[in-house]
């Protein structure tokens, strides 16, 4: 099994942490295949969707500083542009509403993909309004919030925006002094492109679901709150432990409550929290699958135990089959 996981992917990395507190680590193939770069310690992979979480907490901060209330509609904190109703009246969706994907907000089917480097650049608000092939159709809420589970990266473009506001600076800086830098994290940033060009070297060439490299090695992913995250798989599991040692109310960084919202689940949707979904007791998932690669986080904030995986590929298969998960599983204990 563990064979063909590796042969699947052109690389992976692999960190554990077992009930005891011990890290172990493995890494696999190649950074970049055509330049015979090997994967280590300090290749940069995306996040994808586990950019979901690390905007949920973000968003849970500004809840505690008290700039924001997520339970209040998302439209009294946007002032340059509104979430509307299919109607054309403003939409009542909350904060919470859109981090746990019940606002009602969809995505198109082939949204959110293909965007290359060199190609125009596409802004937030372009998002918003469905001005390019790559949303071409406006955010709106099309559902009354609480109705239905609808997985929408749309919903966290709205996010995103949102925190641009409220923090009054661009989200990605927001993250970086808000998160990144306090937990002493120096390989983790959303991919705007004047930041992403810093760390270069050290990201990942991402391969499609044909195993040949993206056109400019990886995409550009201008919803960065949705999933323009890079990190390495050893900076995600310092937040991991981060986030478990706020539950358990051993953080300085995050409040005990604000860490519980989270991880706890939604009314008539217990599979999912805020930005992360429920994976049994005491467990949480996050992952993520995007053009350029695939993977996963995994915590029991009970024992302790955290694995992260990051892969350079798009298997065309989700983590369960591409052995992503898998791979993520090693690392636990049987109860």
């Known amino acids: 099994m563990k064979e063909q996981i590796i042969h699947r992917f052109p690389g992976i990395g692999c960190v554990w942490v077992d009930a005891s507190g011990k890290d172990s680590a493995e890494y696999y193939g190649f950074a970049d295949k055509e330049n015979h770069i090997p994967v280590d310690e300090n290749t940069i992979f995306p996040a994808c969707s586990i950019s979901k979480f690390i905007t949920a907490m973000c968003i849970i901060k500004l809840h505690e500083q008290e700039l924001l209330n997520i339970d209040m509609p998302v439209n009294q904190y946007l002032q340059q542009w509104k979430l509307l109703a299919v109607n054309g009246t403003e939409s009542d969706a909350s904060v919470r509403s859109i981090l746990c994907h019940t606002a009602g907000i969809l995505d198109d089917e082939d949204a959110f993909y293909g965007h290359r480097h060199g190609d125009p650049e596409i802004s937030l608000m372009d998002i918003l309004e469905g001005r390019t092939s790559y949303n071409n159709r406006p955010v709106r809420a099309e559902k009354h919030q609480g109705l239905a589970f609808e ?185």
């Open 151 to 335: 997985y929408s990266d749309a919903g966290y473009c709205v996010l995103q925006l949102l925190a641009q506001e409220v923090a009054r600076k661009p989200f990605e800086d927001m993250a970086r002094e808000m998160l990144f830098e306090p937990l002493g994290l120096h390989s983790t940033f959303y991919a705007a492109p004047g930041i992403a060009v810093c760390f270069e070297d050290r990201m990942a060439t991402g391969y499609d679901d044909n195993g040949l490299p993206i056109p400019g090695r990886f995409p550009q992913v201008p919803d960065l709150a949705a999933s323009g995250l890079w990190s390495t798989p050893k900076e995600l599991v310092t937040i991991a432990k981060e986030f478990i040692k706020a539950i358990n109310g051993e953080s300085s960084f995050l409040q005990p409550a604000s860490a519980r919202e989270i991880a706890k689940p939604v009314k008539d949707f217990p599979w999912t929290g805020l930005g992360v979904f429920t994976g049994g007791e005491d467990r949480l998932v996050s992952q993520g699958w995007g053009e350029n690669g695939q993977c996963m986080l995994k915590m029991n904030y009970r024992t302790g135990e955290i694995s992260v995986v990051m892969t350079n590929r798009n298997p065309g298969v989700d983590q369960a089959e591409s052995g992503v998960e898998w791979l993520a599983d090693k690392g636990f204990s049987v109860e």
